[in-house]
């Protein structure tokens, strides 16, 4: 079993930045493939950006140039820098992490993006 906890979350204005941060546990994650979504207010959740074991990173076009994922694997977390965010941006962030066949998930944390 994987434990996933999420934070960072928060208030922020339109333009501003917020860094969440994903903790897995487990002694092995180094080869976990991370991940991470979003679910506004009333929709689906969408996929947001992902990296997988050996570094590769995708993103979703609508965070692409804005947002960066990134891992610490001596500290089993991943990070996503969101920058010039928007609006739209407003919704529970929620990280998976992917070992063996498996999806282990958290259970969010609330961006609000608002003047």
């Known amino acids: 079993q994987v434990h996933v906890m999420e934070s960072g979350g928060g208030s922020v204005q339109p333009g501003g930045s917020l860094r969440l941060s994903c903790y897995a546990s487990?002694?092995?994650?180094?080869?976990?493939?991370m991940g991470w979504y979003r679910q506004a207010p009333g929709k689906q959740r969408e996929w947001v950006a992902d990296?997988?074991?050996?570094?590769?990173?995708t993103y979703s076009d609508s965070v692409k140039g804005r947002f960066t994922i990134s891992r610490d694997n001596a500290k089993n977390t991943v990070y996503l820098q969101m920058n010039s965010l928007k609006a739209e941006d407003t919704a529970v962030y929620s990280c998976?992490?992917?070992?063996?066949?498996?999806?282990?998930w958290g259970k969010g944390t609330l961006v609000t993006v608002s003047s």
């Open positions: 998976n992490a992917g070992v063996y066949g498996k999806i282990y």
């Open positions: 990296m997988t074991s050996v570094g590769t990173t």
């Open positions: 487990g002694s092995i994650f180094s080869r976990y493939a």
